[in-house]
């Protein structure tokens, strides 16, 4: 089971890139895909996730209506599409699947990938 995550390199400030997730192992039709990253010296922080359905979709505040997640279940793959990119923005990307527990009423992510990084210049 691996994610594999790619698209990552290096943009100037008001740039777009897209990030690839692609799952291989098994299907990750049922799960929720998820988005995270850790820039240099700061903790993991969530970024955007997307339900097996592809039709609900959630985003951090500081990326509403910058990133844009989605899912093809056909091909196994996630994308982050990544418009307006920030200095800030800088990070490495990770992919995630998981699901929604009921009992403890949050994700759970047990699935992760490799990082690729997003350098944004200024």
């Known amino acids: 089971v691996q994610l594999q995550a790619s698209g990552g390199g290096l943009v100037q400030a008001g740039g777009t890139l897209r990030l690839s997730c692609a799952a291989s192992?098994?299907?990750?039709?049922?799960?929720?895909m998820g988005w995270f990253r850790q820039a240099p010296g700061k903790e993991r922080e969530f970024v955007a996730r997307?339900?097996?359905?592809?039709?609900?979709?959630h985003y951090a505040n500081s990326v509403a209506g910058r990133f844009t997640i989605s899912r093809d279940r056909a091909e196994n793959t996630v994308h982050l599409q990544m418009s307006s990119l920030k200095p800030e923005d800088t990070a490495v990307y990770y992919c995630?699947?998981?699901?929604?527990?009921?009992?403890?009423?949050?994700?759970?992510?047990?699935?992760w990938g490799l990082g690729t990084l997003v350098t944004v210049s200024s």
């Open positions: 997307i339900n097996w359905s592809g039709i609900q979709t």
């Open positions: 192992g098994r299907t990750f039709s049922g799960d929720v």
């Open positions: 995630a699947a998981g699901r929604y527990s009921r009992a403890y009423q949050t994700y759970e992510w047990d699935t």
